[in-house]
């Protein structure tokens, strides 16, 4: 017998072994990856790992300065999606069952800097979460639910959904798609081509309608 069918009786049944795993742990992981959230058993949220690593979508800023001093939200909002949903909002348009999307804050720290007068971050304030999900939130307005997490450093653990009130109704009122506030995500807008990049104040119903077609849903 020669050397090379030795290698062969002994490689290919490895070799097939190995594959076997591979198709099991593909398997595992497509229903381990499928949600960005996770729940504890009680229903609620477990603080999302590693969003800082996600696709970060926009920073709009609220400074306290140019709120009466308390800005709802204060001050700077970095937004991130996480990546698997954001591939599929880059081929459709549309916020995929599991879409997670963080909005965490952070203050203004100074106004000025070497590069001019304007506003530049210091810490961390903030984690706010949002998750879609017809299986978790079937009455939800668009089946989205609201989670805080509370202030940095301390952010907690878990968070339960939020009422819809508290959080939904204004994202109802003034969000461009899919209670998502799309008009100032400009890597979301820009992610899937065709969308019109479109400001709050060009946003008339009716006025655009075949332009803008759909984009409420
Ligand atoms: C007064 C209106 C209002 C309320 C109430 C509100 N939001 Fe928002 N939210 C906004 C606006 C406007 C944006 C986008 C611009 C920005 O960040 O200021 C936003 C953005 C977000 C985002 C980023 C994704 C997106 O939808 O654009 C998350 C996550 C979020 N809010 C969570 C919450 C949570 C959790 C609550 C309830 C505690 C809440 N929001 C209540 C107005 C609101």
């Known amino acids: 017998m020669s050397v090379l069918s030795n290698v062969r009786r002994f490689v290919f049944p490895v070799i097939a072994v190995a594959a076997a795993g591979t198709v099991g742990a593909m398997l595992l992981g497509a229903a381990d990856d499928?949600?960005?959230?996770?729940?504890?058993?009680?229903?609620?949220?477990?603080?999302?790992e590693g969003y800082r690593k996600w696709v970060f979508i926009g920073c709009p800023v609220t400074p306290n300065d140019m709120n009466n001093g308390k800005a709802a939200f204060p001050e700077f909002h970095h937004v991130y999606i996480d990546p698997k949903s954001f591939a599929h909002y880059e081929k459709t348009g549309q916020f995929p069952e599991g879409t997670v999307i963080v909005k965490e804050l952070?203050?203004?720290?100074?106004?000025?800097?070497?590069?001019?007068?304007?506003y530049f971050p210091g810490d961390f304030v903030l984690l706010a979460v949002a998750v879609k999900s017809a299986k978790r939130f079937p009455n939800e307005p668009g089946n989205w639910g609201y989670f805080?997490?509370?202030?940095?450093?301390?952010?907690?653990?878990?968070?339960?959904?939020?009422?819809?009130?508290?959080?939904?109704?204004?994202?109802?009122?003034?969000?461009q798609q899919d209670y998502v506030f799309t008009q100032f995500y400009p890597v979301l807008r820009a992610a899937h081509q065709g969308r019109p990049a479109e400001h709050p104040e060009h946003?008339?119903?009716?006025?655009?309608?075949?332009?803008?077609?759909?984009?409420?849903?």
């Open 34 to 48: 499928e949600r960005a959230a996770k729940f504890d058993n009680k229903g609620a949220l477990i603080r999302p």
């Open 106 to 118: 952070a203050n203004v720290a100074a106004k000025e800097s070497p590069s001019g007068a304007g």
């Open 148 to 175: 805080n997490f509370g202030e940095y450093p301390n952010y907690a653990e878990t968070a339960e959904a939020l009422p819809t009130d508290s959080c939904n109704g204004c994202h109802q009122a003034g969000a």
């Open 203 to 217: 946003h008339h119903h009716g006025e655009h309608g075949e332009h803008h077609g759909g984009e409420k849903q």
